[in-house]
């Protein structure tokens, strides 16, 4: 299991769910347990459900002993379409048709992933988390063109009784939604490092110093309707839409040369200052534990979150 496959594991076990985890590659027992290390101190802090024991994983030695009795199956391989086409095709043979199906991928499309599927194609969904998912509520969860409505309602059911915020999207878009922009910044932010106009460690700071203090609370649309003062988004629209052919973005992705792939891992070496991937990880977890905390004192108008 890998950082989102172990992510899910210790979130449900956290929610008090029982999960049956399954990898081929002989290390991933040993990701989970260090998954498990870092992410319980946080998901403690963010407050357990009933019933939460990280005992409630169990590692299986196949994919057969893993789907016994499952409800939803949730599968977070590596990101290349064949690996999931094939595995997704075992999945559908192996688990009884009642059982969801859901695809932990950033961007492949549902009617891509089935192709090979040849059983209950029409139980197959995307569920789309965001990392950390033992701590992020959001999940994306989208319908190909095949999956039966009651598929999705039941996915959508499930993750929601689990805790999590669901993004329901019942047609195909490509990237859904939240991966498409925040691939539309990640391609503006490379651009950026190739021409030598920012460095990785201004582009964090951009946003860390900036806008993304504002997005925990509201997103980049009723930010944009105070931004436009008593006006709001009408003032927003008329002030500044003409600037929306401005030459600034371009959104093409830039070519990953080998210089600006060693540019940017060695921003990131350097932002890092010596903190270890595992130093970085409780870092960030001890602060989203304190903006989630922070979120959950004020009524800030959203619905479904946890
Ligand atoms: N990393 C993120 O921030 C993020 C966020 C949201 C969604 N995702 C999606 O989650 C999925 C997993 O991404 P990741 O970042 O955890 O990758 P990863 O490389 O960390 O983990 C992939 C895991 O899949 C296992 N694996 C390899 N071949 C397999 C097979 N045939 N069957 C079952 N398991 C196999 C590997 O052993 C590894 O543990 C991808 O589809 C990715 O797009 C990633």
């Known amino acids: 299991m890998g950082v989102i496959g172990c992510g899910w594991a210790c ?16 290390d991933a ?17 963010l407050g357990l459900a009933p019933g939460a024991s990280s005992a409630r994983i169990r590692f299986c030695e196949d994919m057969l ?12 391989a590596p990101e290349r379409l064949e690996l999931k086409r094939d595995l997704l095709a075992d999945l559908d043979r192996a688990a009884d048709p009642v059982v969801i199906v859901a695809s932990s991928t950033s961007g492949y499309r549902v009617s891509d992933l089935t192709a090979h599927c040849t059983r209950a194609p029409e139980r197959v969904v995307v569920g789309h988390p965001f990392n950390p998912v033992y701590l992020l509520p959001l999940v994306e969860v989208v319908a190909g063109p095949g999956t039966a ?7 959508a059911n499930l993750y929601g009784a689990a805790g999590k915020t669901v993004l329901r ?13 925040q691939e539309a910044m990640w391609r503006e932010a490379l651009h950026m490092v190739a021409e030598g106009e920012a460095t990785v460690e201004e582009i964090d700071l951009s946003i860390t110093a900036g806008p993304g203090l504002r997005w925990a609370l509201m997103g ?26 401005s030459p600034w973005s371009r959104l093409v992705a830039p070519e990953l040369t080998p210089d600006l792939r060693d540019a940017v891992v060695e921003g ?8 270890s991937v595992d130093d970085l990880v409780r870092e960030r977890d001890r602060g989203l534990v304190a903006i989630m905390r922070a979120l959950g004192s004020i009524d800030h108008g959203r619905e479904g979150d946890t």
């Open 169 to 181: 999207l019942e047609r195909e878009v490509d990237g859904f939604v939240a991966d498409r922009l």
């Open 65 to 76: 002993e893993a789907l016994e009795g499952a409800e939803l199956v949730q599968e977070s």
């Open 149 to 155: 409505p009651e598929a999705l309602d039941r996915a």
């Open 11 to 26: 979130y449900f076990a956290g929610r008090g769910v029982e999960v049956r985890a399954w990898d081929p590659d002989p």
């Open 220 to 245: 980049p649309m009723l930010t944009f309707h105070l931004a436009g003062g008593e006006g709001g988004m009408a003032h927003m629209l008329d002030h500044f839409g003409p600037s929306l052919k």
């Open 268 to 275: 990131c070496e350097q932002e890092a200052a010596g903190r």
């Open 29 to 45: 027992r040993e990701r989970l347990e260090r998954t498990l290390a870092l992410a319980w101190p946080a998901m403690e802090a």
